[in-house]
């Protein structure tokens, strides 16, 4: 199966070095300058992972990459001059897959796309112990979806890897290292507030109190563990 890659960003030469680099690598490539352009693409184009530019005319990535993630699970890479840590946890929340500084080498983006593509291949070997049920909360990973009381939670990818996370390791303390290792392809070292970023969305989402949590307790000094009942 041909991996295709969607590029999006409003410097045309970038696109085309990235394309010819790409192609190298037997990477089938598309590109898009306008962002206004890529729901459109997407209702008719499925490709295997979508690198993206933050700072584009229009739109800009963050708010691009929310729109995305209403419609589709497909991996994103976002690309940006913008390094800060700020802006890294930005693409987190927006959710975004990975984040990767300009200026880069191009080999550390086929990297990247590689170890991401890699892990999602993997996906359906879940599929035989894909549903969890946890009182009213359900949680598919086989289709990224959870609900909690009948109702849809809009998650972001990272949220929805570190809830699937939790609900296949019920009552066992989780180390911010492990949750980090679940969304690896992060820039952990400049990036070491993902984890407590990433489990204060997810709190939120599912309406748990920290204080008096039903989900999901803090443990101090060591990490977090998922206490819903089934």
Known sequence: MENRVLI????????????????????????????????AYLASSFPSIIVLDVMMPKMNGFELCRRIRKISDIPVIMLSARGSVEDRIAGLESGADDYLAKPFEPRELVARIS?????????????????????????????????????????????????????????????????????????????NR???????RLRTKLGDDPKNPKFIRTVWGEGYIFIAEK
């Open 115 to 191: 170890a991401i593509l890699k892990r999602s291949e993997k996906q359906p070997e879940q599929a035989p112990d894909s549903i969890f049920r946890f009182g009213d909360l359900k949680v598919d990973t086989k289709t990224f979806r959870a609900s909690l009381n009948d109702g849809e939670l809009e998650l972001t990818r990272a949220e929805f890897l570190v809830l699937a996370l939790m609900v296949r390791n019920p009552y066992r303390v989780l180390d911010r290292d492990r949750i980090l290792n679940e969304l690896k392809g992060i820039d952990c070292e400049a990036f």
């Open 8 to 39: 999006v960003d409003d410097d045309v030469k970038l696109c085309r070095m990235l394309t010819r680099y790409l192609g190298e690598f037997s990477y089938v490539v598309d590109s898009l300058n306008d962002p206004s352009e890529v729901e």
């Open 194 to 200: 993902t984890a407590d970023v990433t489990v204060s």
